[in-house]
């Protein structure tokens, strides 16, 4: 691989956000199926603005960019909140990588992942993460979270 992991810019606001939707409606869609919230509410637009209101939380975000983003990371107060790899670029080692400098970089120990994201988990699982028995439920649904940590 060829690219370099770097602090998030408000010039990459669209690649997020596309980024972020596109995952969204692949990962979440087929569980929730809720086309008012997946096609209707989540707007690239009204994600795009939704990054660049908050231009600090730009500091809580690493892309990986090899001259076009691919993927991000966000981590906050060692929560990793969110990693997204381009759909049709997933399978790379782009979300290791990413995986590999939230935890070294910017100190995540931690996640939560909905648990019928099976595919998901199996990824944290084979990069160093462990399944907890901590479960919680998703706001506003019927669909828990699962807690995920990093081996010591």
């Keep these: ?18 980024i972020e939707i596109f995952n969204y409606r692949l990962n979440f869609y087929p569980i929730f199926r809720n086309d ?6 989540l707007q690239f637009a009204d994600k795009i603005r939704e990054y660049l209101r908050t231009p ?12 076009v983003v ?3 990371v966000t981590v906050e107060n060692y929560e990793i909140k969110k990693l997204f790899v381009e759909p049709v670029l997933q399978g790379q080692g782009i979300g ?3 995986l590999g400098c939230a935890v070294a970089e910017m100190d995540g120990k931690f996640l ?9 988990i199996a990824f944290y699982e084979r ?3 462990y399944k907890t028995s901590e479960r919680k439920l998703e706001e506003d649904t019927d669909e828990y979270l699962i807690k995920l940590k990093r081996k010591d």
């Design 1 to 18: 691989m060829n690219g370099k992991i770097r602090q998030a810019r408000e010039s990459d606001a669209s690649r997020l956000a596309e």
């Design 36 to 41: 008012s919230f997946y096609f209707g509410e």
């Design 56 to 67: 600090e939380k730009f500091k809580c975000i690493y892309v990986y960019d090899d001259g």
């Design 70 to 72: 691919k993927g991000f």
């Design 96 to 98: 290791a990588a990413l």
């Design 112 to 120: 939560w992942a909905l648990e019928k994201n099976v595919k998901a």
């Design 127 to 129: 990069n160093g993460f």
